[in-house]
């Protein structure tokens, strides 16, 4: 239970500023839960000192470690071309996403596949034309991911 009390905690400490007050109950509800249950549940002062570990050591560890990022999303260009079937794209970093083209014509989108936050640029190429753009991928300050493409 203080695991699962940490995480919350530690969750919403992250996206407090943004949903203040609100969140802010919500991180002194579960404070209040960890001190009330090592209170009734321990009896010695090393259970509660191990009590007081699990949480801070649970929070750490989620710090530590990366927001896993996996999303795919369609997204038209920004410069409005129009691609025909023979367009091809070449991404640059594809550990942080693969695109693909995902509609031709006047309306041309790409599909977006994202494995990590970060900026990298693609090309695409149709016929003689060629498209450079850059994109980047980021949370934005809801915790949402975002992804925003523009000219080179």
Known sequence: MLVLLALICEDASRHLIHEFPHLLITVIF?????????????????QKLIGVLVPVITAAIVLLFPKTVDFTVSEFLPDEAVLT???VVSVEDTDIAEINISNTGKDSTVLVHVHAYGTT?????????EFKYSIHIYEDDLGGSKVDITVQ
């Not at 839960?33 to 209170?39: A, E, R, V």
Request: net charge negative; glycine share 4%.
């Open 30 to 46: 579960c404070i209040a839960q960890m001190l009330i249950y090592l209170y009734a549940f321990t009896d010695k002062l090393s």
């Open 85 to 87: 079937e023979n367009a």
């Open 121 to 129: 640029s693609f090309t695409v190429k149709d016929g003689d034309d």
